[in-house]
């Protein structure tokens, strides 16, 4: 087969007319003197996605990325493995049925710290088993760098594991600097993609981390990076929900990264070259004896996306897929009983009408929280929600039969009435709710339970997006998926919050790897310092 056209070379960074034959691989390029107005780019890759947060199953992903151009993923599994261990991992690997290549990561945090309890634990024999396989190409992200920097044996065992693989360490620290910083990048962790500021971009840089320019649906640091000195850099998502994927995937990020200034070809390099070479992958650059995975775009500023080939194969044309997808299933798996509003009720002892309470305050397009203090009052020794200051309730339901419930306060959604609740919830994935009232709380936590999904709450009236693989994700396509999410969104507008991604950014309440507090079964944390704090101040 042939095809022709400008080709991107970005290995030299140069663009010049040419006519690739391959088959499975690319055996010749020859340069022509012709004029052609496509390009020939190699194949888009996400070094750094979450498939299992994305609320589609391995094949409906392949089957919405593939037309935008991308050919290949790097996905580390931990959330659905934080639910359902090795066999979460196995259906991953199992319903990758489309021509997307995906790779693995093997999930280093398994829980993710101690401060939450999830339906699994990975230890190193399973590090060491995922390492052979032929999918995984490195050691998933190190959420729990205090235990790197510590030099806990367990942790630094899956490292070890990794490095007698040859296989490398993907990152994550979060604000990390200097000496603790210097400790963590020293055990041979070699990319980061939570920086969100470039002065910490630059120096995990400096000592020698690649680092993945994040555009996702929650964390935007595009903008804050664009001018980052490092040729070897990623340009990722790490989480993407299926309304953003249906209008595009990394080829609209690169369209965002031009427009913010960056050259196309060095951009291009950090979706195809830099990605290829840095998980070892025979493709990325086009030349003989890679794997023919090409893609056709009309200009380098806008990126829409013509032909996609894999393996030499046509797979996408014209933006619509030319293969079928045959789902999987796995178990939905949440063990809760019915819950009733008082199990909602945050009770103070104390005798003032008063108590001031630490709340988690919401930033939007990031994945950090801020810690506030605020005053509210007390009525029948309960804490009263304070809707006017959009002083909410946030609770974590635990999905695993242990019945524990931990209870907070946040701002930042602006509810004004109703409640959202979600089986989604970074990274064990118990049952987050956020409410205006424990009615709605509870009504919004038990349909969850019974659908595993997205609910919004408004007194009688409810909407909802089935999970029914493992809470986490559907078997539908992504623009039947994201044709309910809006109408959850927009309903979730009607009730009062203007957040671009209410449940996204819900999930990501509970997550104790990033500052400054979070929430998750066991209680409130402060992840600046990874220790419990009480709601109430004392």
Do not use: W
């Amino acid at each position: 087969m042939k095809i022709a056209g400008n080709l991107v070379d970005v290995s030299a960074e140069e663009i010049y007319p040419a006519e690739i034959t391959f088959k499975e691989k690319i055996l010749k390029i020859k340069k022509v003197n012709k004029k052609y107005k496509n390009f020939i780019l190699p194949g888009f890759i996400d070094a750094h996605i979450h498939i299992d947060s994305s609320m589609l199953c391995p094949s409906r992903f392949g089957e919405v990325v593939v037309p935008h151009g991308t050919v290949a993923v790097i996905t580390d599994p931990h959330e659905i493995a934080n639910v359902m261990g090795m066999d979460g991992i196995n259906y991953m690997i199992s319903d990758s049925t489309t021509p997307l290549k995906i790779f693995f990561t093997a999930p280093s945090c398994v829980p993710a710290t101690p401060y939450e309890t999830s339906g699994a634990i990975l230890e190193s024999r399973e590090i060491e088993k995922l390492m052979r396989y032929k999918q995984v190409v490195a050691l998933g992200e190190v959420m729990n760098y205090p235990a790197v920097i510590c030099g806990d044996k367990k942790m630094i065992t899956k490292i070890n594991i990794a490095k007698k693989y040859n296989k490398p360490i993907d990152g994550h620290c979060p604000n990390l600097s200097g000496k603790a910083l210097k400790k963590y990048v020293s055990y041979g962790i070699s990319t980061e993609h939570e920086c969100s500021t470039l002065k910490e971009a630059q120096e995990k840089a400096n000592l020698g981390m690649q680092i993945m320019i994040r555009d996702g649906s929650a964390a935007k640091n595009m903008e804050a990076l664009i001018n980052l000195k490092q040729e070897n850099s990623f340009i990722v998502s790490d989480d993407k929900h299926p309304i953003d994927l249906t209008r595009g995937h990394i080829n609209l990020m690169l369209k965002k990264a031009v427009s913010l200034g960056m050259d196309p070809i060095k951009a291009i390099k950090k979706v195809t070259l830099n990605p290829a070479q840095h998980y070892k992958l025979n493709f990325g650059l086009i030349e003989p004896g890679k794997d023919a995975n090409l893609i056709e775009v009309d200009d380098l500023k806008n990126f829409n996306v013509k032909r996609v080939t894999i393996d030499g194969k046509l797979v996408a044309r014209n933006g619509k897929p030319l293969f079928k997808v045959k789902p999987k299933l796995a178990p939905l798996n949440i063990k809760i009983k019915q819950k009733e509003p008082q199990d909602f009720d945050i009770v103070c002892k104390k005798s003032e009408n008063k108590v001031k309470v630490r709340v988690i305050q919401t930033v939007e397009n990031q994945l950090f929280t801020k810690e506030l203090i605020r005053s509210l009052n007390i009525k029948n020794k309960k804490i009263l929600i304070d809707i006017k200051r959009d002083v909410l309730k946030i609770a974590v339901v635990e999905r695993y039969g242990h019945e524990k419930i931990a209870l907070g306060f946040i701002k930042g959604f602006n509810l004004k009435k109703g409640a959202i609740a979600s089986s989604i919830a970074h990274d064990s994935h118990n049952i987050v709710v956020i409410g205006t009232n424990e009615e709605d709380m509870a009504k919004a936590v038990n349909l969850t339970a019974k659908y595993g999904g997205l609910v919004a709450v408004c007194k009688d009236k409810s909407l909802h997006v089935k999970l029914p693989i493992a809470g986490l994700m559907t078997d539908k396509r992504a623009d039947v998926v994201s044709v309910e999410l809006k109408k959850i969104h927009d309903f979730t507008r009607k009730l009062g919050c203007n957040l671009y991604a209410p449940f996204m950014a819900m999930s990501f309440m509970c997550l104790t790897a990033t500052p400054e507090i979070n929430i998750t079964d066991k209680g409130l944390i402060d992840t600046r310092n990874f220790r419990f704090v009480n709601v109430i101040v004392k």
